[in-house]
């Protein structure tokens, strides 16, 4: 037992009874400040149901104190070689402590002084969370051995041999999930014998995917794995047909993760008994991850200028930031969309909620509650850039977090979509979701939290207005349902590969449920433009075209004529460079052919310089084009959208000699400057989960056409597969990744 005085922190001691004892019944009863067993958290309320922790009898009648059991010590069997983290899944956590999933057993041993009999069971392991724990808050459990004892968390003695008891503990599927602080304590008729506080016996317990009572119970063992263990992760990005991809490392076992996702619920002031509620656990966090309102984990930034801090497009992976905000306790500069996503997911899976990171391409920016953006024409179908405010993000990043919903009628389990980027605010604050996927493709969007917003991102129509310009009214004249939620993805579970779940989202375009849907939505509020301006007879598209930055291009724009008239069109292609936002930087292009159609289908090629759009470029190097454009013969309105992303050059990451626990390696990060121009201020990141904490190195000049190599020496702490992520970064070019996979041997 430890005699260590109890640290400040804890609630006062409880004044036990007076305990006529003796002073030659030992040290561990003593009244004096050191007393062995003076830590109650007991707060037990009357009608005490379960193991009564006063004492039992007066004195005068009991049998002498040496009988009864002291506690010589109390081991949680928390190596990675012992019972409990293997079975919990847990052995991954980089931790000095026990860390189990609630709802499944674990195991402890206690040494008494002498072998313990099945008589001896005035004995309990208690476990306390919080400032000011209370039996009937479920923040301080007493766990008995005892048959006949009902216990809020089950215990069982499993085995006992000699001294040593090795005690079975269930925590209840619905506990508080958060670091507990253990004690053993035996009762006598003269007090309570109870260890001390020992920090190395704090237990964190975590949500459960694999225990059936959990409320993030997930069915699907691949499902599982992947979305609470899986460390790695890839996030899609660029355009639907034209996808790109980057590595990310979640970090949720690395060394310190745990505790700085609890900090994040501390910081939000959470109540502790709020936080077995996954509902209300990933509700918190979405407005936790961002700095608006509460001083959160991550301040956005989208202005181009990242100075102040580390650009969205550098960071690699979870760890640094969590880290970083624990330690400093202010927000980290700077993040969007995919890096909110990213770290609200290692914060899901790091506490046991499967979770992943989906990817909206064309994602709506609805601000008002309407299903649609509004794109302004004037009268010769020319975009009116003015009157345009609405932009539609070329992709868009949240989580779906898998758990139970109670609070919903059957049927809208499952996977929840939060989102932690600030968009909007939901009753004042800026957080969104949990919102039932099921319920966003049903159009159920009055089921809470903030469905009708995430329904608007993957529903909204575009409708073009021709402006009237003597009074200003505004005309639909033609409406695009297909642009906006064009395809949801995300990762398959283990592998590297992309599964398109738009249909969880949404039934498929033009289909009889899909008007359903709609109207559903409506009836709870949400509007549209119902109008429906007849279909011009000629089509517009412009097919897509893969371009590297710095590449001379043609854009080509293809007309259908499918009536039987001739058929002239006026055209405006207007080519943007365009932050992922959809924000317009600057118009780089502005051409207006009249086309001419034949019977066949025409095609009007333009092209496009680098050196047109390579001043301009901003951020993630988006060139958009929109062409408009009226029919002379019919006035029919003729639209297309096309969005090129740039493809980016390599970063070369390559591992060299034997990856092997505990023993040196070799990381090289090489990079070539292939443009005409130097890059200045680059920044290059690379980790690797259990093989390399997060590192950085800035390079103040890299000229055109010269290379950069940085070999760093790293030492595997764990074995198996794993991979190295790094990024390189400056304000003329960013998005940069490479990644190397590999097998750490034990
Ligand atoms: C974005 O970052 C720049 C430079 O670090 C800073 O000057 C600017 O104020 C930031 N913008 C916002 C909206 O925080
Ligand atoms: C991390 O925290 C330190 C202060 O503790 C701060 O100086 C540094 O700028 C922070 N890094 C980021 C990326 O915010
Ligand atoms: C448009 O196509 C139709 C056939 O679909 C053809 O009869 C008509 O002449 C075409 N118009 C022009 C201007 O070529």
Request: aromatic share 10%; charged share 20%; glycine share 6%.
């Amino acid at each position: 037992l430890s005699l260590s005085p109890a640290p400040p922190s804890l609630p006062p001691p409880l004044s036990l009874p007076p305990p006529s004892i003796s002073p030659s019944r030992g040290i561990s009863l003593s009244p004096s400040p050191h007393l062995s067993l003076s830590r109650p958290p007991l707060s037990l309320s009357p009608p005490a149901p379960l193991l009564s922790l006063s004492p039992a009898r007066p004195p005068p009648l009991s049998p002498p104190l040496s009988q009864f059991l002291d506690i010589w010590d109390v081991n949680m069997l928390r190596r990675p070689d012992e019972v409990n983290t293997p079975q919990h899944s847990t052995h991954l956590y980089a931790s000095d402590h026990l860390i189990v999933r609630r709802g499944q057993e674990f195991q402890l041993k206690v040494t008494f002084d002498r072998p313990y009999k099945p008589s001896d069971d005035q004995f309990a392991v208690e476990f306390v969370i919080g400032g000011s724990p209370q039996y009937s808050k479920g923040t301080y459990i007493p766990v008995s051995v005892a048959k006949d004892r009902q216990s809020p968390w089950a215990g069982r003695v499993v085995d006992s041999t000699d001294n040593v008891v090795t005690v079975g503990i269930t925590p209840a599927p619905d506990c508080i999930v958060g670091k507990w602080r253990t004690y053993v304590a035996v009762v006598t008729p003269y007090g309570i014998r109870r260890t001390r506080r020992d920090e190395s016996r704090d237990l964190y317990v975590l949500f459960n995917a694999w225990a059936t009572g959990d409320s993030v119970f997930l069915d699907d063992a691949d499902e599982r794995e992947e979305c609470v263990l899986n460390e790695v992760g890839v996030i899609y990005h660029g355009a639907y047909d034209d996808m790109s991809e980057r590595p990310w490392n979640f970090g949720q076992f690395d060394y310190g993760v745990l505790d700085a996702c609890l900090f994040i619920m501390d910081k939000a002031a959470m109540p502790i008994t709020n936080r077995g509620d996954a509902i209300k656990v990933a509700r918190k966090a979405s407005a936790m991850l961002n700095s608006h309102d509460d001083d959160g984990v991550l301040v956005g930034n989208w202005s181009g200028d990242y100075t102040y801090g580390v650009a969205p497009t550098s960071w690699t992976g979870s760890t640094e930031i969590l880290l970083n905000y624990s330690s400093s306790k202010t927000p980290v500069c700077y993040a969007q969309c995919w890096v909110y996503a990213a770290v609200f997911n290692t914060f899901l899976r790091c506490l046991g909620i499967p979770a992943r990171v989906v990817t909206n391409f064309f994602s709506a920016h609805d601000n008002d509650g309407n299903l649609k953006t509004d794109v302004i024409l004037d009268e010769n179908g020319r975009i009116d850039k003015h009157r345009t405010k609405d932009s539609i993000w070329n992709y868009h990043c949240w989580n779906e977090c898998y758990m139970s919903r109670p609070d919903l009628p059957q049927g809208f389990g499952g996977w929840q979509a939060v989102d932690a980027t600030p968009q909007e605010t939901s009753d004042g604050i800026y957080r969104c979701g949990p919102a039932s996927v099921q319920a966003i493709k049903h159009g159920q969007i009055c089921f809470p939290f903030d469905a009708p917003f995430l329904f608007a991102e993957v529903n909204s129509d575009v409708v073009f207005y021709s402006r009237n310009p003597r009074d200003g009214t505004l005309e639909p004249v033609k409406v695009n349902s297909s642009h906006v939620g064009r395809m949801v993805v995300t990762k398959v579970p283990g592998q590297d590969a992309r599964r398109d779940i738009t249909d969880q989202y949404k039934f498929p375009e033009g289909s009889p449920e899909e008007r359903t849907v709609l109207e559903k939505a409506e009836e709870y509020g949400c509007h549209r433009e119902k109008a429906t301006p007849p279909e011009a007879d000629v089509e517009l598209d412009m097919p897509l075209m893969e371009v590297r930055v710095g590449d001379d291009f043609e854009l080509k724009l293809e007309f259908n004529n499918t009536s039987d008239q001739a058929r002239t069109v006026d055209v405006y292609v207007s080519g943007n460079v365009v932050y992922y936002t959809g924000v317009t930087s600057s118009e780089f292009l502005f051409k207006t052919p009249r086309v001419i159609l034949d019977p066949k289908k025409g095609r009007r090629v333009m092209e496009v310089h680098s050196q047109d759009y390579m001043r301009k470029l901003v951020e993630q190097a988006n060139l958009h084009f929109i062409a408009t454009g009226k029919v002379k013969e019919t006035g029919q309105i003729i639209t297309s959208m096309r969005v090129v992303t740039l493809h980016t050059p390599k970063l070369s990451v390559e591992v060299s000699g034997l990856a092997k626990v505990s023993e040196e390696m070799m990381v090289t990060v090489e990079f070539t400057n292939p443009f005409k121009f130097n890059l200045e201020d680059v920044y290059v990141r690379v980790e690797g989960p259990g093989v390399m904490p997060p590192k950085y190195k800035h390079y103040s000049l890299i000229t055109a056409g010269s290379s950069l190599t940085w070999t760093e020496g790293v030492t595997p702490r764990r074995a198996g597969p794993t991979k190295l992520m790094a990024s390189l970064d400056c304000a003329a070019l960013r998005q940069v990744y490479g990644q190397a996979q590999l097998t750490v041997k034990p």
